[in-house]
């Protein structure tokens, strides 16, 4: 408890966040096995995990490093349409599915790091709306490139065909006897093995945690501060600006990456439309709801808006209303001084006196 009340107040939201994740994955998991949740929200752990993970890493970009991205599903479908492939086609040569998720997410971290660097180049270069339009581009793009996308695997490998043009099909893989088609374009990929876990999805919000969190406090995330606070200024004192974004971004679309991964493993079957321009604006809205640059914010944000719906489903003439509702009120409420003045008081900062 001393070691608590010396930190500031900095670091002592980041601990509590870390707390507060791990108490409600010992709670969630009690519940669980004690058959006090339903099959429907039984089939929301993942996925809330997916998208808490898309609000940390949005907010990096949004929050941190002071830039609007409008295209962030796209990097979530990259990682989520990698890890599918490296995964339906290690099934054979690795049985163990957690060894076999993990690859997979780091397929899809890389995949989405590699798109990240790529759309980097040119976006970054932009500012503001400018760069906000771009994003949402490049996000739709890739959606249309997966859509023309059919792989399959086989003993030969991976097989890879675009079909831009629509005259290709599955037939055209040439897979040899045995062989299974993972893509199969705008069908997307079906009959996926689903191996994605809570407990993954737990662990995966915990790296989210440490690597953000390191990341500002390292030099590299006082730069990138700077340059969110003064462009001009950190330029006057040598700092490179699109070096630093570049490193920041990437970390963003690398983190979304095995989000999608985790997400494209817990369904049987996912198409390139459910990671359309929608899916963006709502992780946006997990972060603008949450604060900018508020880790602990968007957690609460991304899993009481993601499941919020689910659970007034009953009340289907309704249920939108109500969503709609409850954001107006939480976005007032995450604007009102009074409201935050009630939150600082939860977690209390030690004031120093002439002693200290």
């Known amino acids: 408890m001393k070691l608590l009340r010396n930190l500031d107040k900095s670091s002592r939201r980041n601990y509590f966040s870390y707390v507060l994740v791990t108490a409600a994955f010992l709670i969630v998991t009690f519940m669980n096995q004690g058959g006090m949740l339903n099959k429907k929200m039984q089939g929301l752990l993942v996925p ?6 898309m ?3 949005l907010n990096l970009t949004v929050g941190i490093m002071g830039e609007l991205s409008l295209g962030h599903a796209g990097f979530m479908s990259l990682g989520a349409f990698t890890g599918v492939v490296v995964s339906q086609s290690l099934m054979g040569v690795i049985p163990n599915e ?3 998720l993990l690859i997979a997410i780091l397929c899809g971290a890389a995949v989405a790091a590699v798109g990240g660097f790529l759309i980097g180049l040119p976006v970054l270069r932009l500012r503001g709306d400018y760069l906000a339009i771009v994003t949402l581009a490049f996000g739709e793009i890739i959606m249309d490139i997966i859509n023309c996308l059919i792989v399959g695997h086989d003993e030969k490998g991976v097989h890879i065909i675009f ?12 897979l040899l006897e045995g062989g299974t088609a993972i893509i199969k374009g705008a069908q997307g990929a079906v009959g996926t093995k689903s191996i994605s876990t809570f407990t993954g999805g737990f662990i995966l919000i915990l790296i989210t945690l440490f690597i953000i969190i390191n990341f500002v406090r390292s030099r590299t995330g006082r730069a990138v501060l700077a340059i969110r606070d ?12 699109m070096k630093y974004k570049m490193i920041a971004f990437v970390i963003s679309t690398t983190l979304a990456g095995a989000a999608g991964a985790l997400y494209g493993l817990n369904f049987t079957g996912i198409t390139a439309a459910k990671f359309n321009f929608n899916t963006s604006i709502l992780v946006l809205v997990f972060v603008v709801l949450g604060g900018l640059g508020n880790l602990l914010g968007s957690i609460i944000a991304a899993t009481v808006l993601y499941i919020l719906p689910e659970a007034l489903r009953q009340f289907a003439d309704y249920r939108m209303l109500i969503y709609a509702v409850v954001l107006i009120l939480v976005m007032l409420a995450t604007n009102n001084p009074k409201v935050k003045n009630l939150f600082a008081k939860i977690i209390p900062v030690r004031r120093k006196g002439k002693g200290d």
């Open 98 to 100: 957690p060894l076999r």
């Open 48 to 53: 809330v995990c997916c998208y808490i993970v």
């Open 163 to 174: 079909n831009f043009k629509g005259d290709k099909s599955i037939a055209d893989l040439n």
């Open 230 to 241: 003064n462009r001009i200024a950190a330029e006057s004192v040598g700092v490179d600006v």
């Open 55 to 57: 609000a940390l890493s």
